[in-house]
């Protein structure tokens, strides 16, 4: 075969090749490059809402924006949830300029006690993405489009699809445009986080200058007819009375004064929710909890 | 723009499209190449171009004045070294210089701050600055040494400095290589395209399917982010680092000489397989091929090479290799990895010579070294001199191993595995003849090309910038 010949075939016998693999190996379950469009476009994108979900990773994988508002209604919600994100000022002004500017509006804050420590303030993970200059975005945008039907395949679970090998070991993420992460763990571990969860409050206690500026943000919120509804996602017992113990946040006091700049707090059951991992919820769990909190709030879009 | 990504796939496409175009005539050649490369290079940061044209008219303008004031030639190659070697100082060293100069002078009692006084602009540095820096010397050194004369086009020398498939990590092409070829009008026929085609693909296939999938295992471990440890857990580790750097810069020299051989150009090999080296000495003429030699023609071989006799030839060496090591990095633990391959070669050069030790099998050998250049390693990774030691002393520390890792990191295992296999069949086909013949009868080279380019799609590695372009 002359080269001429190999330079022809190469790409029908790599087409080929790759089409055999795609019938023959299993769908990978984590499709990174929709995973960066995901978190770009809940990041970059313009559009405003009526309901916004905030807070950290327990707010990303805990609230479904699908479940937040019924059918019928022409309002729409997002989850603006990152990664040990912390009440910032930067962030909370990001939240502001997704705010529909006029009808029926609803922030809902997860309150963690972390999120006012100044590790979270940092927001390193929003900033991950909100640093990214116009080149990489508009990369992200419009070629992963192309990318997320070639998404990458991992050695192991090939292995163990064909071994069939019961999973042991998985942490699954599955990204949703509306900004929720569908998310479980094998094995389920409700004491698994509260090892670094521990850790993370090693120097990294509340910052009240934080808080103060948060609750200040409530106020000119509910002063321009915004709702903002406070609740702490639901974890464990252990793990709540773990960073009750360490943050050095006083719940009590923090509820007294949202209340009085004009924010609305609830209150939900652990019982009625399970965490994988001891600080985010299974995603069956995220939807139950999602329509409980949908349900909650009815009143305040009425 | 990094060869990985879809910037860079745009651009080439682009440029091999226009390339039949401009090719024919010099002037129109010369520029396009500019213009492409400057584009390539001004892709991270443009303002750093002025950097490579002022050192690049620094050592133009040197060039020709070495040529034509005789008188004066010393002073140009001063001039040229100063403009080159001052801006890798600034731009490279000044951090590791001043604060080294701080805790010098703490230590004798005097409190300086010369760290937060280097200006902002220095602190940044310049990608691949120290591969252009050293082509460039190359030219107005061959020039006064005259075994090279200076080209008198401005836009010649610069498509030889700014050549974009090698200005950001080498291959550190030198004048005397690629002038005159850039010189002619580039012919390729079909065979060329096909090699230059294989190294491209396998140049990517290290770096994107094996380099990039190592990684995870190896940030994870040297950020100390998992709890694993033990003798097992970080031999491993190293010798995923080894093929890890391999492949990426392998990869990066491949795909650059690659693109060369596709518009007509032919740089030489970077790489040789350096982990089938049955010693160090070979080992350093397989490994980044072309920064060894220029080490050895423009370093070793001026000190006095091997000509002063054994113990003189032990001090340059020495040099060399802690030059080598700087060159990497403002760091120590660079330079104490040039320091431990410099000790290696020592060694070496003793116990080659015991007569008993060359009954040895060669694959003990390549064993050997293979393992002294995973040690020599340690320092080349870690974050700092403390870190370095404590992996050390978990290598060598003989106790019980947990395996637990193996399951963990099972993909990068994978890729580690398929990696070694690569190399172990290259050196069967170089030695069987008997392969060679199958691998031809039946177009091997072919179903390979096209299993790694799909491979380079569905096994892609989270993607990562070459390691190599932080030096």
Redesign the interface.
């Given at each position: 075969?002359?080269?001429?010949h190999?330079?022809i075939?190469?790409?029908p016998?790599?087409l080929v090749?790759?089409i055999v693999?795609?019938l023959v190996?299993p769908t990978p379950m984590l499709n990174?490059s929709y995973r960066d469009y995901c978190w770009v476009i809940k990041t970059h994108s313009t559009e405003k809402f009526n309901v916004l979900a905030v807070g950290d990773s327990r707010i990303y994988k805990g609230v479904n924006p699908a479940f937040l508002l019924n059918e019928k209604t022409e309002l729409n919600a997002v989850n603006l949830g990152y990664s040990s994100a912390g009440y910032s000022s930067e962030y909370l002004s990001f939240v502001s300029k997704r705010i529909k500017d006029n009808g029926k509006r609803v922030v809902l804050c997860g309150i963690t006690p972390y999120s006012f420590t100044p590790e979270a303030l940092k927001n390193e993970h929003y900033h991950s993405f909100y640093d990214k200059n116009k080149q990489e975005v508009y990369?992200i945008l419009f070629?992963s489009g192309y990318l997320k039907n070639?998404p990458?395949?991992?050695?192991?679970e090939i292995?163990d699809y064909f071994a069939e090998v019961p999973v042991t070991?998985l942490y699954f993420h599955d990204f949703k445009e509306n900004g929720w992460v569908k998310s479980f763990k094998i094995p389920f571990d409700s004491t698994a986080g509260l090892i670094p969860y521990r850790k993370n409050f090693v120097d990294n206690t509340c910052d009240y200058n934080a808080v103060r500026d948060y609750l200040s943000w409530t106020e000119e919120m509910a002063n321009n007819n915004i709702t903002v509804i406070g609740f702490r996602p639901p974890s464990t017992l252990a793990m709540e009375q773990l960073e009750d113990s360490l943050s050095g946040f006083d719940y009590t006091n923090f509820i007294n004064e949202f209340e009085q700049k004009g924010g609305v707090w609830l209150t939900f059951s652990l019982n009625d929710y399970s965490s994988y991992d001891g600080s985010h919820l299974h995603y069956e769990s995220a939807n139950e909890f999602t329509k409980n909190l949908a349900q909650k709030i009815q009143q305040f879009l009425k | 723009m990094v060869f990985n990504s879809?910037?860079f796939l745009l651009f080439a496409l682009l440029f091999f499209l226009l390339w039949p175009l401009f090719k024919k005539k010099d002037n129109s050649r010369w520029l396009y190449l500019v213009v492409a490369s400057f584009l390539f290079y001004g892709w991270w940061d443009w303002r750093f171009l002025f950097l490579i044209v002022g050192s690049g008219l620094i050592d133009y303008f040197s060039g020709l004045w070495i040529e034509k004031k005789q008188k004066y030639r010393k002073h140009f190659l001063i001039l040229s070294l100063i403009g080159n070697l001052g801006s890798l100082s600034v731009f490279k060293y000044s951090v590791f210089f001043a604060t080294t100069l701080d805790s010098l002078f703490l230590k004798l009692g005097v409190q300086t701050n010369l760290v937060n006084n280097i200006p902002e602009f220095a602190l940044i540095l310049p990608v691949g600055i120290s591969f252009y820096t050293f082509q460039s010397l190359s030219y107005t050194i061959d020039i006064y040494r005259g075994r090279l004369r200076p080209t008198k086009n401005i836009l010649h020398f610069f498509s030889y400095l700014s050549m974009f498939p090698q200005l950001v990590a080498g291959p550190i092409v030198r004048a005397k290589d690629l002038l005159n070829q850039l010189a002619k009008v580039p012919t390729v026929?079909?065979?060329e395209?096909?090699?230059g085609?294989k190294l491209i693909v396998f140049g990517l296939f290290q770096k994107v399917v094996i380099a990039d999938n190592l990684s995870l295992f190896i940030d994870s471990a040297f950020s100390g982010s998992k709890h694993y440890d033990g003798p097992s857990y970080w031999w491993f580790v190293m010798v995923a680092f080894a093929f890890q750097i391999y492949c990426d810069f392998s990869g990066y020299s491949l795909i650059a000489r690659g693109l060369a051989k596709t518009m007509g150009y032919h740089f030489k090999m970077n790489f040789n397989h350096p982990y089938l080296s049955s010693s160090l000495k070979e080992f350093w003429g397989r490994w980044h091929i072309s920064l060894s030699t220029w080490f050895r023609d423009y370093v070793y071989i001026p000190l006095g090479g091997a000509r002063k006799g054994l113990y003189f030839g032990l001090l340059f060496l020495w040099i060399t290799m802690l030059l080598s090591g700087l060159w990497h990095g403002a760091s120590f633990t660079f330079i104490i990895w040039g320091a431990v391959h410099a000790l290696s070669l020592t060694m070496e050069r003793f116990y080659s010579k015991i007569a008993f030790l060359k009954k040895i099998p060669k694959g003990v050998w390549i064993l050997i070294t293979f393992v002294q250049v995973c040690v020599a390693w340690v320092f080349f990774r870690a974050e700092s001199m403390e870190q370095s030691l404590i992996i050390l002393k978990s290598m060598f520390n003989w106790q019980s191993s947990d395996f637990q890792f193996l399951?963990?990191y099972?993909?990068a295992m994978?890729?580690l595995g398929i990696a070694i296999v690569i190399e172990l069949s290259i050196q069967v086909k170089r030695t069987k003849i008997n392969v060679q013949t199958f691998y031809k009868r039946f177009?091997l080279?072919?179903?390979f090309?096209?299993?790694a380019?799909?491979a380079i799609?569905?096994?892609?590695?989270?993607g990562k910038q070459f390691i190599y372009f932080q030096f």
């Open positions: 075969m002359t080269a001429k190999k330079i075939f190469l790409l016998i790599a090749i790759g693999l795609k190996l990174d990369k070629l070639f990458r395949y991992s050695p192991a292995w070991h | 879809l910037e026929n079909t065979l395209v096909w090699h085609i399951i963990t099972f993909d994978v890729f177009n080279d072919l179903v090309i096209a299993i380019l799909v799609i569905m096994f892609r590695g989270e």
